[in-house]
Each structure stands twice: as C-alpha cells, then as structure tokens.
C-alpha cells in the first residue's frame, strides 16, 4: 500500500539530489532576499540620518509693508483684513473651511487631542516629545509640511495670503494670526505654516514662543478697544496703555459651527486673562434643529465661566465674535445667561464676523511699525 510519504532507501538514484538542490536553491533566494533588504535598510537609515545632519533650508523671508495683514481662523470658516497707516481698517474677505479643516477643528477642541509641544516647561517635557519632533523636522527637510494638520492650515492661510495680496494690489510678506481657544491648537503648527508660506509670523508675546492671538483680545481690540490713540508716539502710547482701566468680561465666540465662551479679564490689548475657557464644537447655531432643548443648552454654557468661576466678579462687558451672535434667538437667550450676574453689562459687537481678523490686522500693524523703526527700516510708502 502506499503511504504518499518518500522512501528515500527505495528512490530513484536521481530523486534525492533534486530534492537537495531545490531546498539549497530556496535558501539561497532567502538569503539573497535578506541581503538585500539589510542593505535597502541600510541605505534608508544612511539617506535618513544624511538628511537630518544636512542643515535646515533658511527662509530669508522680510517684510514688505507698512500695513498690517490679519487672519482669523474659526471653526468652519476664516477672515482676513488690512489695518492701514491711515487709520483704516478694512475686512477683506471669508474663506470657507473644507471638510478636511473643518473636522481638525473640531478634533483640536477635544482635550483628548493635546499632547506635549512647544514652548516646553522642563527638559523632560523637550525629551518626551523628540521623537515627535524627530519626525516633524524629517518631513520640513523633505519639503513637507511638518504635519497633515500643518498641511491643512497651509491651504487656509494660502487662501487667506491670496486674498488679501488681491485687495492691497501688491505681495503679503507678513500677517498675524487669532484663533479661538481650542485645546490643541498650538502656536508651533501656525508657526510652521506661516514659515512653510514663507510668511513672516508677528508675535506679540515675546515670553510665549508661536503664541497665537487669541480670538477674545482679538475681537476687542478689532471694536477700538484697548489701544493707544497715536501708535507711532512709543512713549505717550505706552503711558496710556498703562493706564487704560482693567474690567472682566464675558468672551463669546458663536458661530454656525460651534460656541466658544470664557471669563475675560482685560485691559489694554497686549493683556488677556481667560479663566474658565470653553469649546463645545456641538453648540453651533446649525445644531438647533433637531435639538429640542438646543438653547437652553447654549444659556447654560453661556452661564457657566460666570456662575463657576473660583473667584466672582464684576462682569462689565460682554465681546461678541463669529458669524453667528446677531442671530434674534441667541441674543435672547444671550440676555436671560447674563440675566445671573444682574446690572447692565456694555455689549461690544461691531462687525463680529470681521472683528477678530480687524483687531489682528491693526495689532499687526502696529507691531509691523516697530519692528520696521527698530530695524531703520522705511517701507516705500514712507519714501
């Protein structure tokens, strides 16, 4: 009977050594296999390391202008406008935020998106995060933006550049940036952005690398708010700003998208203070339908950084920002959250939709302005 199995005593005189050079062949290709494919790593690891040890490509990028260019970036959407020499202050356009932006947002206002980042509070924190940036500076080397949310932030800014580079009639060289108060938008990936545009990044907190505007102090400075009267006077302008009186107010973002609310504790527009912030990116005026108890929701929200703050205070002001505040309802139910703290306090909303991007742009400018006299610098409309 057979037994399917070789019998290697009663095989053929030929059969065995087939066998033998089929296993030898088959080892062989293994090994050439694996030869090859250490020497590819190899050469990956050797390109890699060449390339990280290859000194980073200098953006020798200045500013051009004498005026300044603000963005603002909101949840689904985003504002540029210009703050001339003159005095005037224009908004210049809204550019819509595709879906791809449109759900970073909302995954940047989720507390579970934060992770370490730059400006580090200790050598352990720069440690944990070198892997991170190990990988970001790979993709800056490759030409890349140093993350897919830097990549998406890049398609909005470019937008943003462009439009306002056709309103003023000649290049942008330089902006700056509001955003609201989401929980992992950091300044290093708008820093990145702006560097990947080649656009100049004007800070205004020197002790805060990459830090943002944020939207508050953004939206009151763009209502007049906060600023000396002659920018181009440094002493008489720092002598005023030092006195402009401190009051707390309550900060509003509320679009079609999303809310964002804080207790605000301001005074000239270099200083904010925001304690408690909330983001609710479920809270936007399109979810009211099919929210049967969608605005008290929104006065709760609206309560709680007055009604759950440590410390109670005088709410003197109300700042309104986003496309989405003049809507009838909201004020109403805007009315009834304010209703808790009792008094009067002065609403503040000129041109929410363009305020944020307006207060950026004049800040800008003025920020453009020293840096341009402290450099000796005369933009050609000076000349």
């Known amino acids: 009977m057979s037994t399917g199995l070789i ?116 050598v352990g924190e720069a440690i944990g995060d070198s892997a991170r940036q190990l990988v970001r500076d790979t993709r800056k080397k490759l030409g890349l933006p140093s993350s ?90 720092e002598e005023e700003e030092l006195h402009i009186s401190s009051l707390f107010a309550l900060a509003v973002g509320y679009t079609h998208t999303g809310l964002t609310t804080s207790q605000a504790h301001v005074s000239s527009a270099y200083y904010l203070e925001e304690t408690p912030t909330l983001e609710n990116m479920h809270l936007g005026y399109d979810a009211r339908c099919g929210f049967d108890s969608y605005w008290e929701a929104v006065r709760q929200y609206l309560e709680r950084p007055m009604v759950t703050s440590p410390v109670q205070r005088n709410i003197s002001m109300v700042v309104l920002f986003g496309d989405a505040v003049e809507k009838p309802e909201f004020r109403e139910v805007l009315k009834q959250a304010i209703g808790v703290i009792g008094g009067e306090p002065e609403i503040v909303d000129h041109q929410p939709e363009f305020s944020a991007a307006k207060g950026t742009a004049e800040l800008a400018k003025r920020a453009i302005y020293r840096q341009m006299k402290g450099l000796n610098i005369t933009s050609e409309s000076e000349l």
């Open 7 to 122: 019998d290697l005593e009663s095989s053929s005189p030929g059969q065995l050594p087939i066998l033998e050079r089929r296993s030898i062949q088959r080892k062989m290709k293994l090994t050439k296999a694996a030869r090859y494919l250490g020497a590819m790593l190899l050469f990956v690891l050797t390109a890699w390391i060449l390339l990280l040890a290859f000194p980073k490509r200098q953006h020798y990028i200045s500013i051009t202008h004498d005026f300044g260019i603000g963005f603002d970036l909101s949840p689904s959407y985003a504002t540029v406008a210009v703050s001339y020499p003159n005095g005037t202050i224009q908004p210049i356009a809204r550019v819509e935020g595709d879906e791809v932006y449109r759900k970073m947002m909302v995954r940047l206002s989720l507390s579970s998106s934060q992770h370490l980042h730059q400006p580090y509070q200790d």
């Open 148 to 237: 897919r949310d830097v990549a998406t932030l890049c398609n909005m800014l470019r937008a943003l550049r462009d439009q306002a580079s056709s309103f003023v009639g000649e290049p942008v060289s330089a902006a700056a940036i509001s955003v609201p108060h989401l929980a992992a938008l950091y300044g290093e990936d708008l820093y990145d952005a702006f560097e990947y545009l080649s656009l100049v990044y004007v800070e205004f907190f020197p002790f805060y690398d990459f830090r943002p505007i944020p939207a508050a102090i953004a939206a009151y400075a763009g209502n007049g708010l906060g600023l000396c009267a002659d920018y181009r006077d440094a002493a008489a302008c």
